[in-house]
């Protein structure tokens, strides 16, 4: 396998409208593994065609762990994906807002709103058709990666201009807040009164 280069911005092919798979051939499966493989390397959760140089309507997507009731990584429980020529045929009126980066603008993360669940239309890298439902973080990872293919970018989304940091600033912003809500934790605990009544 190969590991492809990922293209940042500003290149004209991330904001193409990609075309569609007609071809499901052993180039394609090289290519889809090859994708996979860079996506992995890269510690991506999604990675679409147009990420590597090419304009078509694929996309590989990894799903995070899931966890068990401790918190902990449940070994081997990621889920990964290949779609291709996909799209969103529903989506929920419930929306939620989350913190999103992209392989193609390292370095930084922004806010962006996304349907809390979608179900999409795909076919699978063989090129049987494919039905998903679709919630949660998978939801939202899915639904940057199909936007890849419409040549649209997280940064297009930010529920605010001012919802854009660096990695550095978002972490430092993070710290801050765990530290702020210790601190509260720890006021409210003294506030409570001995006898109360
Ligand atoms: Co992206």
């Not at 590597?52 to 009731?69: F, M, W």
């Not at 193609?104 to 806010?111: A, L, T």
């Not at 494919?130 to 297009?156: M, N, S």
């Not at 990695?167 to 807040?177: A, F, K, S, T, V």
Request: aromatic letters at 6%; glycine letters at 6%.
């Amino acid at each position: 396998m190969t590991e492809l280069q990922i293209v940042t911005l500003p290149d004209e092919g991330l904001r193409k409208k990609a075309r569609p798979v007609t071809k499901f051939d052993d180039d394609l499966q090289t290519l889809i593994d090859n994708m996979i493989e860079t996506m992995r390397t890269a510690n991506g959760v999604g990675l679409a065609a147009p990420q590597i140089g090419q304009s078509l309507q694929l996309a590989v997507i990894e799903t995070l762990p899931k966890e068990d009731e401790n918190g902990e990584d449940i070994p081997n429980s990621r889920e990964l994906f290949v779609i291709v020529n996909p799209r969103i045929v529903w989506e929920s009126r419930e929306v939620i807002d989350g913190i999103e980066g992209c392989l193609s603008i390292p370095g930084y993360v922004g806010e962006v709103e996304r349907a809390y669940a979608v179900r999409v239309r795909a076919q699978d890298r063989r090129g049987k058709p494919l039905k998903l439902r679709l919630k949660g973080w998978t939801a939202r990872i899915f639904q940057h990666e199909i936007d890849h293919l419409d040549g649209v970018l997280y940064i297009d989304k930010l529920t605010d201009r001012e919802k854009f940091w660096t990695d550095e600033e978002y972490y430092n912003m993070r710290q801050e807040e765990l530290e702020a809500e210790d601190a509260e934790e720890n006021v409210d605990e003294t506030a409570v009164p001995e006898n109360r009544d």
